[in-house]
């Protein structure tokens, strides 16, 4: 009875491939969240600049004050972070629920807000 030094030797390297493969995923997604918070931190922002201007153009009756450009940015940044969203939601393996559209964890059965089976 020995040892089979070269079958552990093996099996270690199996599963540091899978440690480095996971590793990879998850940093993917720190990634992308990063992105994510980035991009609703700018959102914020648009916003912040929109309500300002709407202010000051309420405030001293300008009525000739264009808000396309403003709302065209916030339409494109909340695009981006739908589209970021759906991107982390297919690293992370995450299920959308096809009643009510939530997004679950990978390993849910039904959705935690309609109970529809997923
Ligand atoms: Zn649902």
């Known amino acids: 009875m020995g040892f089979d030094f070269n079958a552990l030797l ?9 440690v480095a493969d996971k590793t990879v995923e998850l940093t993917e997604q720190a990634k992308v969240s990063a992105k ?15 309500g300002r201007n709407v202010y000051f153009s309420a405030r001293n009756n300008d009525e000739e004050t264009d808000f396309e450009n403003a709302l065209a940015k916030i339409d494109a940044k909340i695009a981006k972070i739908a589209e970021l969203e759906e991107k982390l939601r297919q690293l992370k393996g995450n299920k959308l629920c ?21």
């Open 10 to 18: 093996e099996k270690a390297k199996k599963g540091g491939k899978a």
């Open 36 to 50: 994510i918070i980035n991009e609703k931190a700018e959102l914020d922002g648009l916003y912040k600049e929109l």
């Open 98 to 118: 096809g009643m009510c559209g939530k997004n679950n964890d990978a390993e849910a059965e039904y959705c935690s807000a309609c109970g529809n089976k997923l």
